[in-house]
């Protein structure tokens, strides 16, 4: 072990120490604090998968992606506004558009999100690997202007929908939207797992990742499984970004970028192309960025997230779980 | 082309013709040209258009009743927002534009300390004329401890062409402190602000007093609105620390009233406070679900609780029939306008036809005893006015709906029954 690489161990070892120092004098203020750090993961979890997916199959980092997922909070919101919702309680219209919306969104995420890779990425699949990320870049900002044109630059209000009951269990206060969000999660999550691990599309996926070339041998039709890719990433995002709007009822336009770079961070700190990596490292970097905030200071939060970033990419550029790229 | 453009400015010339001629209704006789007065503020937002519609109010009533000595007005509205927020380098960029039309005598604005700051130094030189009818950032006009920069550098030895007929936050700070602690009780104290120049300011004014006064300040945290959507750490640092209320130095567009929704998040029921920034519509709806015992603070007397207003509101109300029409700093941003047009009125008589700048700026320093709607009042040679009153504001739910004309009209988009409601005013010219 080199001499920096074991610095970057013993930051690591002492930043846990310091954390289960303050978990055991403080016990009901940091599981507290590890309960936003959940809520706020699960969310990056879910934008992560979609950064890790399409890098693993054309290892292209989307930067538009952030985006999507707040697009998604927008549309979300805009279809929300066709029903007789109730803000004041939940009521059984609050439930129906919820189970409606919920799947428009992904599915209406997801559409966008093909026509994207169509757009903007297809016909770069062989160019450098400069174009396609400056096309990203580039599609970034013209759906950020998408949306500000959409609702101008205040935050636009996304509708309380769901039930606000709350309980205080030992000092700890948490309520149903904490549980909703953390479930909800969990089971997308599991879902993926199954389809890319039992379905012949998610071989396809698999294989294509591995090596195009041969996977296109095999009789796989790349062009499908990758907007197949884009489809299902963007299914995530889209459900990232109704789950946003439903938590934390307020989106801006410009919400997109700082939630992609730190989903970006949780992929690469996952192992980028690695998707139990993505959510792991999404869940991870959440819970780091609510601790950080108790503990060291909300300004210092962007430091801390970026510098593991640096650091994950200097000392284990594998990440946590090891990175899964097609091997030349 | 050029018999085209001939065509264009034939059609202009009549166009304006029967404009003036529709609005002096037959007397005064044929205007002797007109002289263009700007603004600049962040139109795009509620706000800024609020504090835009009382320019173009007044000079609409100014040129109906005649115009200047003669003279009609034309208002341009700028606007310095740029990616939806306002922006120092477009200020910069709409002052150039009026300094090279030498139609511009004078403008009202800006809204924004930190683009006045940017501004000042470009106009001083050309002895251009500017009012704000909402900058509240002391260090403007007065040099005083922790200040970043010093308004005599601002004006680079010119003589001064900056006005505002707002007080500044080195009382609004201590009006909210001293309401917090002496009226509603509050010892302790959790403090964010969003690290603006403003938020910073106001927070620092805030947290000198609330101190002075004996108060405990539990916390103070910052944070960047493009770095934090989720606040709950730092108010559950707050309330861990004993603070019983939160004081927030910010402005809306800065995602500065997220916080108290998330207030509710963590199941925390205290009063939340602020300056002029939160007392807006966008900071209802950021609340939503939360939205009353919100204190902000407005660095000036609330119109609508000024008799010699009353008028003025209910034509403006008229005129302008809007729900966002009628903002905070509207009247303030009229009797800026009035201010003024009433100094060039005196320049033009004086140079007997179309003054210079400098003259209108001479003019409007030796602006006494002005009769606005929200007072009459004097200004001080930095340019800062003579009346020094807060006001304080609370919002309150479940209004009815008389309640909610009787209120500031500062209500959430959605949740239309929450409105800021005036409560007090602090009278910082008078000796408590």
Sequence with gaps: MSLPDFGFYVLCATAIVLLAAQAVIHPGEFVQVFIFGLTQGSIYALVALGYTMVYGIIELINFA??????????????????????????????????????????????????????????PLR??????PLITAIGMSFF????????????????????PKAATTVAGVFFGFKDVFVVVVAAILVALL????????????????????????LMGIDINRTIAATFFIGA?????????????????????????????????????????????????????????????????????????????????????????????? | MVRARGLIVLTTATLVAFACGGTTGGGGGASKGTIKIGSDLPVCTIGGQAVSNGVQFAVNQKNAAGGVEGYTIQYQSFDDCRQGAYSADAGVDNVRKMLDDNKFLGMVGPYNSAV???????????????????????????????????????????????WRVVTTDDYQGPAMATYAYKTLGIKNIGILDDSTVFGVGIAGSFEQQFKSLGGTVAKHSEYKKEQTSDFKSILLGFKNAGALGVYVGGTDDQNICIPRKQMKDIGWDAPFMGG????????????????????????????????????????????FSGPNDFGGYTMQAYDAANALMAAIGRAVKNANGTPSREQVRAEMAKTTGFKGVIGTYDFDKNGDTSLKIVSIYVVTGSLSDAAIKDSTGVCGSKTKNACFVWKTQFDFAKPA
């Design chain 1, 65 to 122: 992606h952030g985006d999507v997922f707040t697009l998604g909070a927008y549309v979300g919101s805009a279809i929300l506004g066709f029903f007789a919702i109730s803000e004041g309680g939940f009521t059984t219209v609050n439930l129906i558009a919820l189970l409606l919306v919920f799947p428009a969104v992904m599915l209406v995420m997801g559409g966008i999100n093909v026509a994207i890779e169509r757009v903007a990425y297809r």
């Design chain 1, 126 to 131: 062989n160019a450098p690997r400069l174009a």
């Design chain 1, 143 to 162: 759906l950020e202007g998408v949306m500000f044109l959409w609702h101008g630059p205040a935050t636009v209000h996304f509708p309380d929908i769901l």
């Design chain 1, 193 to 216: 797992a199954i389809f890319i691990n039992r379905t012949k599309l998610g071989k396809a996926m698999r294989a294509t990742a591995q090596d195009r070339d041969a996977a296109q």
């Design chain 1, 235 to 328: 299914l995530l995002a889209g459900a990232g970004g109704m789950i946003w709007g439903l938590y934390y009822n307020t989106v801006y336009y410009q919400l997109g970028f700082r939630s992609g770079l730190i989903a970006f961070t949780a992929a690469v700190f996952g192992g980028i192309g690695n998707i139990p990596g993505a959510a792991l490292g999404g869940l991870i970097i959440g819970l780091i960025a609510a601790f950080s905030d108790s503990y060291i200071g909300s300004k210092w939060t962007q430091v801390v997230v970026f510098g593991i970033l640096i650091g994950v990419l200097v000392f284990r550029p594998t990440g946590l779980l090891g990175m899964r790229v097609p091997e030349k």
């Design chain 2, 116 to 162: 006045a700051k940017a501004e000042i130094p470009i106009a001083a030189p050309k002895h251009f004329v500017m009012i704000s009818p909402a900058n509240t950032n002391p260090c403007l006009t007065k040099d005083i401890a922790g200040c970043a920069y010093h308004p005599q550098d601002l004006r680079a030895g010119n003589a001064n062409n900056y």
């Design chain 2, 276 to 319: 002029d920034g939160i007392e807006t519509s966008d900071c209802v709806d950021q609340a939503s679900g939360n939205e009353p015992n919100i204190y902000a603070t407005s660095a000036g007397a609330d119109a609508t609780k000024v008799d010699g207003a009353k008028q003025a509101i209910a034509d403006f109300r008229k005129a």
